[in-house]
């Protein structure tokens, strides 16, 4: 099998028989598959998790059923599947579930009563998806696993009927990743004396026995123990629990102005807004900090109106400036993308992930720094309101902005931020607060 090069190029993974029997049989021992289960096969053969969807139905004599590829790849004709098939268990990866969600809401009565349990793999589920299908589907049993090619699919699994527990004595972003499967050992590998966070590796029989070509060889010291583990990449935060928390990969961990933080963990923040269907987070550090978020809307009745600063919310702008506004209040000024995009779907790759090579090309339905054209009508010249409009130009090194402009649409960061509030001697805070000069005109 080959990773799926999502981050980078593709490496063939040299997996164990014993890593897939392992899954497979800790899996029939959770939740055991019955003579009267329908499995759907809709993973392409080039991603580990079609092995288990294969598998799981030819090692118990359970009906599986598999559509022409070109269905495999239509959302709505997938979710007819479900419906017309009776699917009682599925893996899906969460990208895929938020465009087939509302087709499945639609034929809720037939899905209903046939979908038992639902397993979600290969991303980030956010607790914005996880209430939404709870929601649509109270009966069906949801598990949350995460893993790597390189520990035969999985390796940490979590039952979402912990988590409203969870919710009530843990601040988290994201559904956890919970606990190892049977036979499989998982920990992290902390840095800086941060305790309960760091580098999750594993080892046990999920592992897997190299890459193609190169050669896997890396000690862990345990009690005088020493034994092959893998490193992932991806970090990890151990609740007080035990549960593991997913923050993010080791190459989407970024540090802006001195904070380090997972890119992951501002993509589940956005994801909670209600006027966003969908987020994903761009970075590169070559020179200044090109920090982009995009953003898939849901439609017009999501979207809060925001009667002082617009007389009109009708433009994608005009919301995105509404969410900058709402995200400033949920985390620190350092993790506020520099641009907020909207775009009409993200690119998937072919197993259903976010593909990130592609997101920084796609063509968007706005521009990155596009200001709001909205006239107010007022004409307004103010001897105060030009001194702001200055001080913003100032610190964005532009030569005009209007009345209406987002400090931070337009590119403001938290360093040019606190240049402009040096000008205007108040707190910066304030001007996360009143974003354009006209709102800090009438409330400075």
């Known amino acids: 099998m080959f990773t799926s090069g999502s981050?980078?190029?593709?490496?063939?993974?040299?997996?164990?028989?014993?890593?897939?029997?392992?899954?497979?049989?800790?899996?029939?021992?959770?939740?055991?598959?019955?003579?009267?289960?329908?499995?759907l096969f809709k993973t392409s053969v080039s991603f580990v998790d079609h092995l288990q969807e294969f598998l799981s139905a030819v090692l118990t004599s359970t009906t599986l059923v598999i559509p022409p590829i070109d269905w495999r790849a239509n959302p709505t004709s997938l979710a007819n599947l479900i419906?017309?098939?009776?699917?009682?268990?599925?893996?899906?990866?969460?990208?895929?579930?938020?465009?087939?969600?509302?087709?499945?809401?639609?034929?809720?009565?037939?899905?209903?009563?046939?979908?038992k349990i639902l397993v979600f793999s290969g991303e980030i589920l956010s607790l914005v998806l996880w209430k939404r299908v709870r929601e649509i589907l109270p009966e069906t049993t949801i598990i949350n696993l995460y893993g790597t090619t390189e520990v035969s699919g999985d390796c940490t699994f979590f039952d979402c009927k912990d988590l409203p527990g969870i919710l009530e004595r843990e601040e988290i972003t994201s559904v956890p990743i919970g606990f190892p499967i049977a036979n499989c050992e998982v920990f992290l590998v902390t840095h800086a004396g941060i305790a309960d966070e760091g580098e999750i590796c594993v080892s046990g029989a999920c592992l897997f026995n190299g890459y193609l070509a190169e050669f896997l060889s890396s000690n862990h010291t345990e009690g005088s123990v020493i034994s092959t583990y893998y490193k992932t990449g991806d970090y990890a935060r151990r609740l007080k629990a035990g549960e593991l928390v997913f923050l993010g990969r080791k190459d989407r961990t970024v540090k802006i102005y001195g904070q380090r933080f997972s890119l992951e963990e501002v993509e589940s923040t956005l994801?909670?807004?209600?006027?966003?269907?969908?987020?994903?987070?761009?970075?590169?550090?070559?020179?200044?900090?090109?920090?982009?978020?995009?953003?898939?809307?849901?439609?017009?009745?999501?979207?809060?109106?925001?009667?002082?600063?617009?007389?009109?919310?009708?433009?994608?702008?005009?919301?995105?400036?509404?969410?900058?506004?709402?995200l400033?209040?949920?985390?620190?000024?350092?993790?506020?993308?520099?641009?907020?995009?909207?775009?009409?779907?993200?690119?998937?790759?072919?197993?259903?992930?976010?593909?990130?090579?592609?997101?920084?090309?796609?063509?968007?339905?706005?521009?990155?720094?596009?200001?709001?054209?909205?006239?107010?009508?007022?004409?307004?010249?103010?001897?105060?309101?030009?001194?702001?409009?200055?001080?913003?130009?100032?610190?964005?090194?532009?030569?005009?902005?209007?009345?209406?402009?987002?400090?931070?649409?337009?590119?403001?960061?938290?360093?040019?931020?606190?240049?402009?509030?040096?000008?205007?001697?108040?707190?910066?805070?304030?001007?996360?607060?009143?974003?354009t000069p006209l709102l800090s005109f009438w409330t400075l």
């Not at 490496?11 to 499995?39: A, T, Y």
């Not at 579930?97 to 034929?107: A, G, R």
């Not at 949920?330 to 520099?338: D, F, L, Q, R, T």
Request: glycine share 6%; with cysteine.
């Open 83 to 115: 419906k017309a098939y009776r699917i009682s268990r599925m893996t899906i990866v969460p990208s895929l579930m938020e465009i087939i969600l509302p087709t499945l809401e639609k034929n809720i009565s037939c899905v209903y009563n046939s979908l």
């Open 271 to 326: 994801k909670e807004h209600p006027a966003v269907s969908d987020a994903a987070l761009t970075f590169q550090s070559k020179g200044s900090p090109d920090y982009k978020a995009y953003l898939v809307f849901k439609n017009k009745d999501g979207i809060v109106k925001d009667s002082l600063q617009y007389r009109e919310v009708n433009s994608s702008q005009d919301i995105m400036a509404s969410i900058r506004s709402w």
């Open 7 to 39: 981050t980078g190029r593709p490496k063939g993974v040299c997996g164990m028989e014993k890593g897939l029997l392992n899954r497979f049989l800790w899996m029939q021992r959770r939740n055991p598959l019955c003579s009267d289960d329908v499995l």
């Open 328 to 435: 400033i209040k949920k985390v620190p000024p350092a993790m506020i993308p520099s641009f907020f995009l909207h775009v009409k779907s993200l690119p998937l790759t072919s197993s259903g992930k976010v593909d990130y090579v592609k997101l920084s090309s796609l063509e968007c339905a706005s521009e990155p720094c596009g200001i709001a054209q909205i006239k107010s009508g007022s004409g307004l010249v103010n001897p105060y309101l030009q001194v702001i409009k200055k001080a913003f130009c100032d610190a964005l090194l532009v030569d005009e902005v209007s009345e209406f402009d987002d400090f931070f649409t337009l590119g403001g960061n938290s360093i040019s931020a606190a240049h402009a509030a040096h000008k205007l001697e108040i707190d910066m805070r304030l001007l996360y607060i009143y974003p």
